[in-house]
């Protein structure tokens, strides 16, 4: 059961063959079981435990409230929930419990969904390897399975087998790790730069950056406020759709969303695909791009040419500039939006009283980590005023050029990019943190970011398993609101590729369920 798509859980719920309480013990269970993937900073068992009896409840009376009744989801820690602490893996937030729900959160609770827990992340989601939180790194689920052990050998007999374990991405790390070890149906995500495609494509699943406004910012913790965007991860493309029309729509909260009415959709099972043109661009064959990566992008563009597609090369020119004006746009919003913590309204305070500057100074230096402290610095230097001509507006005029770089190539007829996610398959830890946050954000954020700092719709789509059995997935990008469209091709794609299931003996011994799809791998 813990392996079905949510259309099947809540067929199963509706029939009776399980009951929401069962399903919230069984996720519970397994929360606790694969506790050492540290996926989770809170889990909010009882608040869950009574959510799923008042599922029950609706279920017993006919009554249910869509699709996500009953169904068992988790939320980053980096959005409020009302009576549930939040954190952002930060000292800084430490024992700090909103009063209030984020709208996120609150359209998938008015849904009947079970919230289980907040899930771990980088500190106030600057990282891309969910390792640099205080709660400590999260652990890729694929580390553990059986695909992995059979390619990975020790390097000597002495080598510690649990030292071979390999990052989830991040910075929504812990949620990617949720949905890949089935201890969730689905989870958010945000992204801001590629914080949830980056981990989706290294633990397996579906990751989607919905277009920037179409869903409600309000209660997500802001790092970047004209690039964040809440993320939705699944575990097939059709899940992520369920959950976008759970969440899309105007929130008067949020004066970016939308003014129209969005209609949920159900996606089409698309058989013909000869009517899409399908760009390429080759600017994504970026420095540090791996072999094999390479071959499943050229393989992926094969196979929608050989089904009829229009498949042709474009061009995106200013994609080199991305990262360099990303980072600086980024640490500047940075900088103004950490100066709210200052230990006077919320979140941690320092013991220090000489005077009121000493104070702000001290709960600054203890509360964020050198990462945070690092981007604060970073921002305040390109906001001075003799840098602000020369940093910030002009990487806003970049900004300008990339985003029409992707008008252009989707009014030549373009209706999806293709392109890779991440540059290599998920690292070991061991070897990820040999490099400072900000040189692997650089690296890990070059194919996901500029999509960002367009606003437009991107999902990545789990697509084969490396040489050393682990998960590599490709990008497809939208045009601004078309998440129809997008979600459509990437249905059709999974279905081609079939992604195998990650086989975790944590998950067979809790396993009852009549769902076992096993899928094979015919993509590799």
């Given at each position: 059961m813990l392996r079905a798509s949510l259309r099947e859980v809540s067929a199963a719920l509706k029939e009776g063959h399980v009951t929401a309480t069962e399903l919230c013990q069984r996720c519970l269970s397994l929360i606790k079981s694969t506790k050492f993937l540290n996926a989770y900073i809170t889990v909010a068992e009882e608040t869950a435990l009574k959510q799923a009896e008042e599922s029950e409840k609706r279920y017993r009376r006919g009554q249910p409230l869509g699709v996500l009744d009953g169904i068992p989801i988790a939320v980053k820690d980096?959005?409020?929930?009302?009576?549930?602490?939040?954190?952002?893996?930060s000292n800084m937030l430490k024992g700090y419990v909103s009063p209030y729900n984020a709208t996120v959160v609150q359209k998938l609770l008015d849904q009947g969904a079970v919230l289980l827990g907040k899930t771990n992340l980088d500190e106030f989601a600057m990282g891309s390897g969910s390792t640099d939180g205080v709660f400590g790194p999260v652990r890729n689920p694929w580390s553990y399975s059986r695909q992995y052990k059979e390619k990975s050998v020790p390097k000597s007999h002495s080598e510690d087998k649990d030292a071979n374990w390999v990052i989830t991405g991040g910075s929504s790390g812990?949620?990617?790790?949720?949905v890949s070890s089935f201890t969730c149906f689905a989870a958010l995500g945000s992204d801001t730069g590629g914080s949830t495609r980056n981990p989706a494509a290294h633990c397996g699943v579906v990751g989607l950056k919905p277009t920037y406004g179409l869903i409600s910012r309000h209660g997500l913790i802001p790092l970047v406020?004209?690039?964040?965007?809440?993320?939705?991860?699944?575990?097939?493309?059709?899940?992520a759709a369920v959950v976008l029309g759970a969440l899309a729509g105007h929130d008067p909260k949020d004066s970016t969303t939308i003014q129209d009415n969005f209609k949920p959709f159900e996606l089409p099972n698309l058989t013909d695909v000869s009517k899409f043109s399908i760009g390429i661009p080759k600017e994504y064959h970026a420095p540090g791009l791996s072999s094999e990566i390479l071959a499943l992008w050229s393989k992926a563009?094969?196979?929608?040419?050989?089904?009829?597609?229009k498949v042709i090369e474009v061009s995106l020119p200013h994609t080199r500039y991305s990262i360099v004006c990303y980072h600086v746009l980024c640490t500047a919003e940075v900088a103004s939006n950490m100066a709210?913590?200052?230990?006077?309204?919320?979140?941690?305070?320092?013991?220090?009283?000489?005077s009121t500057e000493s104070m702000y100074a001290a709960t600054r230096r203890e509360g964020f980590n050198d990462v945070v402290r690092g981007?604060?610095?970073s921002g305040n230097y390109f906001l001075l005023k003799q840098n602000y001509e020369n940093y910030f507006i002009k990487a806003q005029k970049v900004r300008r050029l990339i985003a029409n770089d992707f008008v252009k190539v989707f009014r030549s007829g373009v209706d999806i990019l293709l392109t890779p996610t991440t540059l290599s398959d998920a690292v070991p830890y061991m070897e990820f943190i040999k490099e400072d946050n900000r040189t692997r954000s650089t690296q890990d954020d070059i194919l996901t970011q500029a999509a960002n700092m367009a606003g437009l719709p991107a999902i990545n789509v789990p697509t084969a398993l490396s040489e050393r059995g682990l998960p590599v997935g490709l990008q497809f990008i939208g045009r601004s609101f078309q998440e129809k469209q997008l979600l459509t091709v990437a249905k059709w794609f999974e279905k081609q590729v079939k992604f195998p299931m990650i086989q975790l003996e944590e998950v067979k011994r809790h396993e009852h369920g009549v769902f076992q799809h096993q899928k094979s791998a015919s993509f590799s």
């Open positions: 980096n959005f409020n929930t009302a009576g549930i602490e939040t954190t952002c893996a812990g949620s990617a790790a949720a406020n004209s690039m964040d965007v809440p993320g939705i991860l699944t575990r097939c493309v059709d899940d563009a094969d196979l929608f040419k050989n089904a009829g597609a709210r913590f200052d230990g006077l309204e919320y979140g941690h305070r320092s013991d220090m009283n000489k981007r604060i610095l």
